[in-house]
């Protein structure tokens, strides 16, 4: 039940930041939140960090995204007793992060990022909270299954 909860959260938080930047943020105006993160509107034709993006490999992520996304929730119900707490959390972020994603690229044909983040003097490309959902529920399982 934690897992579907998350899993809508996740969803819903996502959405709403892409629906509220979208309509407040112009393309390619930026908004300094800080000295290290600011807000600008991105579309994302590709990839994770906008790979493939001169590519018309749009039905091609929406499948393979599918695939996981069917894959992932599959596992997450089979195996749900058998989970602990942090792998069921992490695989509903994983989940939830990859719905957000997947519901852009099939309603808008490219997922739109707007966080940049500045560490130093570098910075990461620009992404958006579905993810970071998917970062982090992707390092709690690998902390998870190595070091704990």
């Keep these: 039940m934690i897992s579907v909860i998350l899993v809508l959260i996740v969803f819903i938080i996502d959405r709403y930041s892409k629906v509220y930047i979208s309509k407040n943020l112009e393309k390619l105006n930026k908004y300094k939140v800080n000295k ?3 807000f600008v509107y991105t579309e994302n034709h590709g990839m994770a960090f906008n790979l493939f993006k001169k590519y018309n490999i749009i039905n091609l992520l929406i499948l393979i995204s599918f695939i996981i996304i069917i894959y992932l929730a599959y596992y997450l119900i ?3 007793s058998y989970l602990s707490l ?3 959390i992490s695989y509903s972020l994983i989940l939830g992060g990859g719905i957000g994603n997947l519901f852009d690229r099939i309603y808008s044909k490219y997922v739109i990022d707007f966080i940049s983040i500045k560490l130093y003097k570098y910075y990461l490309p620009i992404m958006n ?3 970071i959902f998917i970062f982090g529920g992707c390092i709690f ?3 998870y299954n ?3």
């Design 36 to 38: 290290h993160i600011q």
């Design 78 to 80: 089979k195996y749900y």
């Design 86 to 88: 942090i792998e069921k």
């Design 129 to 131: 909270f579905a993810d």
């Design 141 to 143: 399982l690998i902390i």
């Design 146 to 148: 190595f070091f704990i």
